[in-house]
C-alpha cells in the first residue's frame, strides 16, 4: 500500500499563517500523524509553490506505483486547470482536502468569493472540507476502503 | 454521546433510486451501520421530505441535548435557506455529508449545474462529498474528535 | 389503467384566484371532467400546500401501482429540486401541466421573470403550458398512449 | 374548419436525422395521420428552411381564412424575433409544437443549453413539447376547442 | 376588527438565536406587545417551520374574515414563490415585517447576499424592516388606518 | 428633540406627478401632519433636487444637534453613493422612507427594475416602503422610541 | 440624388398589426408622403420578410448607384449579424429608423427586454426612434444633408 | 410655441472638447441655428453641469408654459435616474437628443460599454443619435408635428 | 471524391469589403486556387446570403454524394442554430473556416464581442481560424486525410 | 507651475468620519502639507459635495492655466460619467488619489462591491490608492515630473 | 528556417491520457512526423509543464532566431495571462493548435464550459482546432507560407 | 533598512517589448534608479516568468529580514491566488505597483477586459499605477514612510 500526499502553494507555511483559520500544526505534524496513524502504509509526501512541480508529480502517479492520492491543492484549487487535467489523467483515486470550510470563507468576513469555486473537484473522486488536520487522515482511511472494496 | 442524524427528501428512496449515483445501501443499511461502528454512540435518526419536519427536527438540538448533528440535506442543500438558517441556530456542530461527488455531477452529462451550490454549507463546520455511505462514519468520527478536543 | 394526478401550492383556490389569469373552473371541475372523459381510467387526485406531502405522494408511484403521473407543481415548478429528485425517481412517465402559458407571464406586465423556469421540466416525459383546465385531458391521453405503445 | 401547420427549419429530415431523439415518423406521415384523425378539417402544411418564407406563411394567416395555426419553429424557436413578431400579429391562435423535451436536451449530455429558451412561446396562446409526433394532434385538439368555445 | 399575524422558519427560536442579531424578546413578548397595545383589535398568532402550513393559514383569510394580515416569512422570503402566490391571493392588506435590516445583513460581514431579495414584497402592501419588534406594532397600525380608509 | 426630514428631488412635485402611485397628498401636507401629530418634536423640512444640497444637510447633522433623520431620498436611492457615504458618516440615526412599494413598481408593468435596489439602505437603521405619507409618523415615531431607548 | 429606402420582416404589416403601437399608416403611405416631400429625389422602396433579399439589396448599394440607404431592420434589429456586416460594408451612410420608441417597449408591459438591443445600430451613421412615420422623413433629410457637405 | 432646450454636463465644451467626435461648433451656433431656422419659435436655452439644476428647470415646464423640450443629457444620460424622473413627471412631450451614435461609441475603440444604455430614453417620446447639431433641428420639427397634431 | 464548399453571407464581396481585414483575394479566386490545388477532387462551390438556402445546400450532403464539406458561415457562425442543425444532421465531415482571428477580432478595436462565440463549431468535426483564403486549402487536405484513414 | 487639487463629497469631513478607515489628519491639514512640501508650487484647493460644482472647477483647467490635477473623486469615483467627461476633456494630466485601498474595501468586511470599480480611472493618467494623505503628495511628484519631462 | 514548437502540460501524456479524446499517437510520434514532413526546416521541441518554463522558451524567440512558433498551451489556454503575454511580445507568428475540438468539449458530456475560452488566441496569428496530429502539420505549413509572402 | 522588490513574468523584457505601453526603460535602468534615489536602503531584486519562484522569494520575506516588499505581478495580477495568499501571509507591507494604467488598458483599443480586476490587490497595502518606471521609486518613499510612523 503506497499513498502519495501532495501539498499545494504557501502549505509549507502552516502553522505560522493566519493560524485562526489554519491552526498551529505544521505541514511536517501532519505527514507524521499519517506515518503514525497508518503504520502499514508507505507514504511520499510532496509540497510545492510549484505549479508545474505539482503536476510532474501527480503524472508520476500514472503507473500505478501510487495506490491512491491525497491532494491539498491551496490556491491552484481555484485556477489551476492545468492541474485539473493532469489529475484526469490518473488511473488511481484522488482525494481533495481542505483544512477549512471553503463555503465558510467565501461568505465570511473576507469576502473571498473566488474560495467558493474548486476546478478541481469535478475530477476527484471525492472531497473533505473543513475538518483541519483530521481531513487528511479521513481521506487516507477512504482510500483504502476504496482499495480494498475493489481487490 | 449523543448524535443526531438527518437526512433530507428522497433519501428514504436510497437503495432503489438511480443506484448507479448512490449504490444500492438503504438508510436503514448505513443507521446500522453507525450504530455498529459507533457502539458507544447513542443515534437519533430522522429522514423527512418535509422542510418543517427537517427544521423542527434540528431545533430539537438548541438544548444540547445532543453532541453534534449529521445532516444530509439532500436537495434542500441546493435553495432551503429556512433549513440553514435552523443550522446557523445550532450551538453543537454540523457537518453536512454528499453521497456522491456533487461537483462532478454539476459538471457531468445531466448537466445538473444547480448541484454545485450549497445554501447550508457556509453555516456547517465541515463538509465531506462523495464517499457514499462512508462519509456518514467519516462526519460521526470528526464529532467524536470534536468533541473531545473541546472538553 | 391508474392515473395518479398532482396539484401543487394554491392550485386549490382554482376559480377563486385570480380568474382573468386561471379561469373559473375548480380544482373539483378538473377532476370530474378528467372521470367523465375517460371512464375507463382509475384517477387518484391529489393536492396540497405542502412540498413533503407532494414529494409523499410522488413516491407511492414508486412501485408501478400508477401507470402515470399529471403534475401541475404550481409555484414549486421555480425552484423545488426536492420535487424534481422525486420525479426523477419515478419509473412511470411524468407529464407537467400548466394551466396558463407560463413564458407569456414571464414577459407580461406582472414582470415576473422568474416564471420561466421550470426546474421540474427536464426530468418530466413532457410538458402541455397555456392548454387552462384542457391540459389535464391532453396529458391523460398522451399517458394513455404511452401506456398502449410500451405494451 | 381550416388549420395551417407550419414547420420550421430541417423537419423535413425527420426520421432520417438523429432518430434517437425524432423518432423514425417522417413530417409527411404526421401530415397523414392528422388528415386521418380530423377527417372534417382541412390543413394546409407548410415546412420551409427560409425564415421569410415561414414569416410569408404565416401572414397568410391574418384575414382569418384560418382558424388556427400549428407552428413547429425548429431552431428559429431560438432567435428568430422575425417569426415572433409575425406570430403576434396573428388574429387566430398560435400553438408551439416540439417534439422533444426541449427543457430536457438543454440540460443533457449535448449541453446545449440555448435549447432551453424559446422567443416565440411568450406570443402564442399554447406549447407542448416533448410528445413526439402527438403533440400535432393535440394541438389541434385544443384549436378545435378553442374555436368552438368562442362561437 | 381581526388581524392574523404569521410568523414563519425559526422565528420560534426568537430571543434565543443570535440575540445580537434579533434582540432578546421573544415571539410570546411580541405577541403580548400587540395584543397591550391594541385592545380593540382581535389577533389571531400564528408560527410554523412548514411552508404548507403558513400557506394553508394565509389561505384562511380568502374570506375576509380577517381585516388584514401581518408576514414576517423568515427565510421563505428568499425563494418560497408558493408562499407569493398564497399573498398575492389574498383580498386584504399584507404587510411583510422584518426584524434586522435585512439591506445592512447582504452586505454585512457575514455576506449574507441572499438576504438583499424578497420574491414576497412585490405582492404585499408595504414593507418595515430594521425596526425590531416595534415593526409589528407598525404594521398593525398600518392595517388599521387602512381599512379605516376605506370605510 | 429635533428632527431632520429630508426629501430628495422630484419630491417637491408631490401631489401633482403620478397621482396613481403617490397620492394626492403635498410635501407641505406630509410636513404639516408631522408637526401636528407630533407637538413637542422640533422639526426642519429640507427637499432638494440638488445631490450636492441634500448632503450638505445630512452634514448638518454630524454634530448631534439632531437626534435623527427622516430620508427619502427619491432617485437618489438607486444611485447615489455620495448620499450613501454622508448618511454612513452621521452619529445619529437615519430611517429610509418610501412612498410606494418600490419592490413592486420594479416587477409591475413599467419593468423599472432599477427601483429595486437601495444603495442607502445598508447604511440606515430601518426602512419604510409602501405606506404612502403615513410612512414618514411611521419613522418618526421610531425614531422617539430608539431616542428614549437608549437615554 | 438616389435613395434606398429598406423594410425588414412584419413591416408590410404596417397599419394593420397592433395599431396603438405602430399606427395607421401604411407602408405604402410613408413611401407616398417620402415621394410626395422629396420630389427631387428618386427612391427604390424594398421590403421582404427574407433576410436573404434584404441583404442582397443592400449590397447593390456597394458601386454607389445610391446616395444613401434608410434602413428599418424590424425584428432584425436584435439578432441579424449578417444584416450588419451588409450595412458596414456599404461605402455610403446609413440611417437605422425605428417607428416606436424601442426603449420604450424594453421596459414596458410587454416586458421585451429583446428590443432594447440594436446589433446594427454600432455601424450605422445615425438613428432615429419613436417619431413614427416622420422618421422616415427626418432620416431623408440627414441623408440630402450629408451628401452636400461632403461635396 | 415655446420650447425648452436643455443641455447637461460638459456640454458647454462643445466645439472644444474632442472634436473629431462632437464637431466644431459650439452650443451658440446651435442655438443660433435653431432660432433662425424656426422663425416663429420661442425658445428658452438652457446648459448646466449640476444634476439638480436641469431638474429645477424640467420641472419649469411641468404647467404647460412650454409645448416640448428638447433634451439632450449628456453623462446624465447613462445614470440620473433623479433626471428620469422628471421627464417622467413633464405633461409635455420630450425628445432626447444626442450629437454622436452612442452604439457605435459603445462598441469603438475606446471600449466605453456604458455608454449603450440611456436610463432616460424610456420616459422620452423619441430619440435622436447620431446627426450632430442637426439633431436638434430634427428634435424641434418633430414638436412643431406633435403640437400640430394633437390640436 | 466530392467537396462541398459553402459560403454564408456577405462572402460574395470578398475583395471589395474591409480589404485590411478580408485581403484582395475574391471567392473566384479561392474557388479558382481550390480546383488548381486539388486536380483530383471535384468541387461544387456555394454562396449565398439567404440561410435558408445555405441550409437546402447542406442537407443535399445527407446522402453521402459528397465526402464532406467545407463551410465559412460568415455571420451566421454567431447566431444560426438552424445552420447548425442542418451540420448535426450530416453524415460526412464539416469544417468550419474563418479567414480572420474571430478571437482577435472580439478583443480588438472594433469591440465586437459578438465575434468571439461560434454557435456552430461544436457540431463540426475542425475549425481554422485566421489563415486567410489559406484556410480552405487546409479544411480541403484535412478532409482527403479523413476519408483516406476511414477507408 | 500651478496645481488645482479637487476633493469631492464628504472629503470635508476628513479626520472626523471613520477615522479607523481615513485617519485623523483633516483636509485642511493635507493642504498645509502639500503647501509646505512644494514651497515653489501654487495650489488651488477646492472641495464640494456637489458633482456639477466638481465638475464647473475641472473645467476652470482647460486653458492650461493649471499644469495639472490631483483628484479625489470620492464616492463619485463609482458612477459619475459627467465627472469622467470633464476629466477626459482637460489637456492637462489628472492623477487620481485614494485614501484608502478601494480593492481591500470592496472585499472587506463591509461587503462594499461597489468600490472595486472607479468609472474615471480610465480617463486619468494615473492612480494611487491606499497611501493615506501620502498620496497627494505623490502625486503632485508625479505631476511635477510630467511637467519637466515634457519641457 | 527554424521553426520552434512549444507544448503545454499533461500534453506529455499523449497517448496515454484519455486515447478516445486525443488518440494513440504520443507527442514523440507528432514531432517525427513534423521533422519527416518538412525535412528542409529546422525544429526545436520543448515541452512542460511548468507555465514559467514555457515563457521562458517563447522568450528566446524574442530575437527572430525562429521564424516562427506552433503553440499548443493545453489547460495554459484557458488561463495564463503570462504566456498570453509572452505570446504578445514575439517579432513573429505564432499559430495555436488544439488537438480536439475544444468548442465540441465546452458543449459535451463532460460539461467542461471552461473549455470554450482561450485568453490566448487574441494574440495569435491563427488557430487550428480539432485535426489532431495533423494540426500540427497545417501550422508549420501555414508558417512556411508567411515567411515567403512576406520575403 | 532592506526592501525586496519582486517583478513577475515578462518584466524582464521590459524596454524591447511594446515600448508604447511600457517605455524605453529597462528593468535593470530601474533597479539603479532605485539604488541611486536611496543610498541607504539595501534592495534584493528578483524576476522571474515561474509563478512558484515568486512565492517562494516572498515567502523569503516571513521572518521580517525585509521591511516591506515593493511587488509588480505582471499578467499573475489577474489570476494568481496563490501570489495572493503568499502576499496575505506576510508580516511586512507589501505595495502593487503597475507600471501602465491598467484601468484604461481594460477599456481601451486592445480590449484586455481582463486587466480591469487585480485579484492581488486586495491583499496589499496601497497600489500605484500608470507612473511608469516612477512607480517603483513613490512605492519605496512610501514603504520608508511607513517603517519610520511605526518605530
Not at 508529480?57 to 492545468?82: E, I, K
Not at 467558493?116 to 473537484?121: F, K, Q, T
Amino acid at each position: 500500500m503506497h499513498i502519495l500526499v501532495v501539498n499545494g502553494p504557501n502549505l509549507n507555511l502552516l502553522g505560522r499563517r493566519e493560524p485562526e483559520i489554519y491552526g498551529t500544526q505544521t505541514l511536517a505534524d501532519i505527514d507524521n500523524e499519517l506515518t503514525k496513524t497508518f503504520p502499514d502504509v508507505r507514504f511520499t509526501f510532496f509540497q510545492s509553490n510549484h505549479e508545474g512541480a505539482i503536476i510532474d508529480t501527480l503524472q508520476s502517479a500514472m503507473d500505478r506505483t501510487y495506490n491512491g492520492v491525497v491532494l491539498n491543492p491551496g490556491a491552484f484549487t481555484h485556477y489551476s486547470y492545468a492541474v485539473r487535467d493532469a489529475v484526469a489523467a490518473l488511473p488511481v483515486p484522488v482525494i481533495e482536502v481542505h483544512l477549512s470550510n471553503i463555503h465558510l470563507r467565501a461568505e465570511s468576513a473576507a469576502g473571498e468569493e473566488f474560495r467558493r469555486l474548486s476546478v478541481i473537484a469535478p475530477v476527484c473522486k471525492a472531497q473533505v472540507s473543513g475538518f483541519g488536520p483530521a481531513g487528511y487522515v479521513l481521506a487516507v482511511r477512504m482510500l483504502l476502503n476504496a482499495t480494498t472494496e475493489t481487490q
